[in-house]
């Protein structure tokens, strides 16, 4: 007569084995080792101060674009209508 085997763990075994299987397929398709996660990080860091340190300064936030109603006044003719 054969062993007698209880259904329950077989059935645990089973399933465990097959999610350890698909963790391993997930782990070869989507896994990046921590190494190559701060070699990607440390590159994105440079570039974006490289970029950052290509930007030219603004020493007048103002830099006339912004008139007077007296401004506006002056450079209107006098067929324009007034601003709402």
Same mark, same amino acid.
């Given at each position: 007569? +054969?062993?007698?085997? *209880?259904? *329950?763990?077989?059935? @645990? !075994?089973? =399933? ?5 299987? @698909? =963790?391993?397929?997930?782990? %070869?398709?989507?896994?990046? %080792?921590? +190494? /190559? @996660? ?5 590159? %994105? ?5 490289? $970029?950052? +340190? $290509?930007?030219? /300064? ?9 008139? %007077?109603?007296?401004?506006? !006044? ?7 209508? /007034?601003?709402?």
């Amino acid at each position: 007569m +054969g062993d007698v085997v *209880n259904l *329950n763990k077989f059935r @645990k !075994a089973k =399933a465990k084995g097959d999610k350890t299987q @698909k =963790a391993e397929e997930n782990r %070869t398709k989507f896994g990046r %080792t921590k +190494g /190559e @996660k701060a070699r990607d990080k440390s590159s %994105t860091d440079k570039a974006g101060r490289e $970029h950052d +340190g $290509h930007e030219l /300064e603004d020493d007048d936030p103002d830099d006339g674009l912004i008139f %007077t109603d007296e401004e506006l !006044a002056q450079d209107r003719g006098p067929d324009d209508p /007034e601003p709402v």
